[in-house]
């Protein structure tokens, strides 16, 4: 099964830190991702800060851009992993071993197979969550 974890962390917290802390923990999240995308089915990105982002939305035929991301929120999306796993608990693993997840959060979400009829309420059931 496929899962999406997004991660989430407060930048300001990043910023906080000294430069040897943040070289520490970019040293960490290297090898983590190393490890990450070295085993099959799986795919890892960090993203570039908030500030950088561009939101898009189309409206009535037109569509708008802003600078910035969309949800006003202490926690910005920071990056993602996409892996092909056995199961929630396998992909729960996963996410534990993301350096983020001590001072942020990691959004652990199914990937909606689109070419079968299954909907989110029937996964949860199904899953038992």
Known sequence: MKYLCLIYYDEKVL????????????????????????????????????????????????????????AETREQLGGLLLIDVEDLDDALDIAARVPAARFGSIEVRPVADLGHAQTARTHREESGR
């Open 15 to 70: 910023d906080a830190l000294t430069r040897e802390a943040l070289e520490a923990l970019w040293r960490e999240a290297e090898a983590s991702h190393r490890a990450l995308t070295g085993s099959p089915g799986c795919l890892a990105a960090a993203l570039e800060p908030s500030r950088d982002t561009i939101t898009l939305r189309e409206r009535g035929g037109k569509t708008f851009t802003t600078d910035g991301p969309f």
